[in-house]
């Protein structure tokens, strides 16, 4: 299923940013 496919791949890249985000302030923060 197409939309199924997308969704996914949604949900990925919105799971990722929020790693990003949180990595980051952590290292901020480290600082």
Do not use: C, M, T, V
């Not at 996914?8 to 480290?30: L, N, T, V, W």
Request: proline share 0%; charged share 60%; no cysteine.
């Amino acid at each position: 299923n197409e939309q199924e496919k997308q969704e996914r791949a949604q949900q990925i890249k919105e799971r990722f940013k929020a790693k990003r985000e949180r990595e980051r302030s952590d290292r901020s923060r480290g600082r």
